[in-house]
């Protein structure tokens, strides 16, 4: 039967709640401390940097049950139906839980703020790792992962990192595996019964259709209606700057908007893709773009923010548009007159403007499979982990002998858009890839662009670093100068990562 919902269900640890959402901006933070009492998830920043807020959120992910880590700060409760829901008060039943254990045991806590945090966030590794039917401990590089988002200000990472190497690494315990037993049932009858939530509260509605099609259909009935994937750029329009939303339609229960594939014309990705899941596909293109994807906020902000809203937000500084556009993908759009596509750097028209029509949503993204040989980006950000990008530089260079045969080339943070750098490609184009063109092709550079300062960085600095993007690109390629990640990574003299 496919009637809607009014209330929504989910799973807080064992329990079954079925509750009314009579405000659609109700973040799950909100709920777990004052409607369900659960103290222990604490607030930090109300923004998704500091981690304080991490839970695990159940889902089915082709049929199994799946733990992921989230903010529960910019996480709406109407997002989390038919999910479940583990806190740091689920985690401890019947005893602590081991990773607490070895948290008191490493001496990883002083003040405790952040520790449930940490302790989430750990026990999503441990999860995880189980899955994958790990018995040695995880890797510095996956602890470093799945902590990148939570923040400590007292302790000092160096025994939250040893606790977690001591207890990632434990099997999960009989009382876990006995509660995600009953969570894959449960979530699985629920799958079955295919009811889409249609909430319509006392301060507004939540929608979450299951088909594209129903979405087109609800965009027609609430024009005013605001679309949500992952909000981790919607939520902070609710915790930061208490935006009034009073209709918000969710394209996560949407599984035709999730798909990946990909085939002789390229890469497909659903617009509702989390930057997680498609991590892998986007990553085996370059290990470049995988490198920029693992400084992709922290575990908690990929496992729900989603390729289409990174583009969909239209930002300046979002880190997959300029990639995305060196690399010549399209967009595949639906609305009231029909599906269109466009190149993706047609749906940037000015700042805070893109090419996207009322009751209009974006499906997917495609890439098509190209020589990939001559692709490098590189993201500088003041600080390696969870930070936005100052600038962002993409270059797909095709060369011929010792020909640029086609240039490519993108950057984030240079404009009020992401934007070409058409002088600069010109320049390179047709030309010997020698010192000579790299000079002229530098000077173009310059042309393309007139950022601007900000507290990220200065126009000086922006121009400098595209200046010295272009440069080790031409090092990377030519004279196979491959440059320590230390200066690809954040601000040169700046923060390093340890
Ligand atoms: C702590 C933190 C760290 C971050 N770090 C980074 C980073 O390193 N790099 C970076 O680029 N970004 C970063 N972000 C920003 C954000 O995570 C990304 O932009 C993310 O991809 C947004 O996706 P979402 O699904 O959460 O979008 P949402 O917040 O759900 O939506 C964003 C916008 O897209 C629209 N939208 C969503 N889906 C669709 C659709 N299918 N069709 C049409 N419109 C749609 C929404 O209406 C909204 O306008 C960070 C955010 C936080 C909170
Ligand atoms: S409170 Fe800081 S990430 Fe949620
Ligand atoms: S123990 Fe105080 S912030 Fe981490």
Redesign the pocket.
Known sequence: MNTSRHQIRFLLGRNIIETELNDPTTTLLEFLREQAELKGTKEGCA???CGACTVLIGELKDGRLQHTSA?AC?LLLGMVDEKQIITVEHAALPEPHPVQRAMVATDGSQCGFCTPGFVMSMIGLQAAHADHGHESPPTREAIDQALA?NLCRCTGYGPIIDAARHACALPLSPDWQAMSCEAQTTLSAWGKEVRPLASHGKCGHFEAPRTSAALLKVLQQHPDA????????????ITKHGRPLSTLVH?GAIDE?KTIESNDAGLHIG??A??ADAANALGALSPNIERVLL????A???N????????????P?????PILIALDARLH?SGPDGPRTIPLEAFFIAYGKQD?NPG????SISIPISDLNGFRCW?I?KRFD????AVLGAFQLLIDGEQVHSARICF?GMAGTPQRAVACELALTGQPFNRATLALAQTALMSDFSPLSDLRASRHYRLRVANNLLERYWLDRIAGETQPDLYSSSMPGLLQHD
């Open positions: 923004e998704g940097d903010n910019i988002g605001t679309l949500v994937a992952g909000a981790t750029d919607v939520g902070l329009w394209v908007l617009a509702a989390s930057l400084r992709f906020g922290g908690q902000v990929r729900r923010g989603t390729l289409g809203g990174n583009i969909a937000n239209g930002s500084i979002g880190d997959m548009a759009l996207l209009e949503f974006l499906e993201k950000s969870q930070d936005i990008s984030g």
